[in-house]
């Protein structure tokens, strides 16, 4: 922020340019986990009558006695979902990493060389 004021920066353009930039791409794992959850728990909004996609089957199935086959469906469409939404997610973060926080690589006991 200082250096930012110190090369004719206003404060505005210094949060703007930089300090905004930053907080977002350290705060998308913790928006992407929060996507995550919000599709494992869609099937919660059947408990307040909302109709999803748990409450399609649990009808479909009703009227064709086929509980198995039409759970295991739903079962793998969330599944397909999720593994997408990972993907596309985990894409992202790569790709708006800030070099050195958040890195894959672990540095600690695991990785040190003995001898």
Do not use: C, H
Request: no cysteine; proline share 3%.
């Amino acid at each position: 922020m200082i250096a930012a004021r110190t090369i004719g920066m206003t404060k505005l353009q210094s949060i703007k340019n930089i300090a905004l930039p930053q907080a977002l791409k350290i705060s998308i794992p913790a928006w992407s986990n929060e996507l995550i959850y919000l599709l494992k728990y869609t099937s919660i909004v059947y408990i307040i009558q909302v109709r999803e996609l748990t409450a399609e089957g649990k009808f479909i199935a009703a009227e064709t006695f086929k509980f198995i086959e039409i759970f295991a469906i739903i079962a793998i469409i969330y599944l397909v979902l999720t593994i997408l939404f990972t993907t596309i997610i985990d894409k992202f973060e790569e790709r708006l990493r800030i070099p050195g926080i958040g890195s894959k690589e672990t540095v600690g006991i695991r990785n040190a060389k003995i001898f």
